[in-house]
């Protein structure tokens, strides 16, 4: 019997109808393994490269069989389907698909960092995920996703309007 692992992930776009954007990146997810949270959307201010458009973001906790470089390719596969194009580093995107966690794992390859080497500085991530996941600790720190969100501050990130939709549609 296959071995499941829980993964979370954080999903943002800030190109096109941002929202169905991460519905269908979602939908997508569900036929790698099973989507067993879903945050609220989140808009977020952009970080690093500041002159594009706000993002829509959001944490998701799915249940997959999939290895984690096997499970890598694929989100990079979904991210090519739906439009992504890497012109410009940290620049405007469709979607944006990034594993955060990967069970206890941690992982240091080439193409692959688990857990993400920067999802600890960055609001916008630690706020959505804390919502699904704020007592799971970040395998290297030592924290709680809610330690670490609490210990962020400076960038902008606001619940979206109707923004508890998500979580609903898919934790069920």
Known sequence: MPVLKIVYLSLGSNLGDRAANLRTAIDRLGRVGKVAAVSSFYETEPVEVTDQPWFLNCAVKLDTEKMPKQFLATLLEIERQMGRRRDRKKGPRTIDLDILLFGTSVIETKGLTIPHRAMHERRFVLEALAEIA???RHPVLKQTIRELRDGVSGQIVR??????????????
């Open 134 to 136: 704020p007592d799971v």
């Open 159 to 172: 619940k979206a309007r109707g923004g508890g939709f998500a979580a609903k549609q898919w934790a069920e």
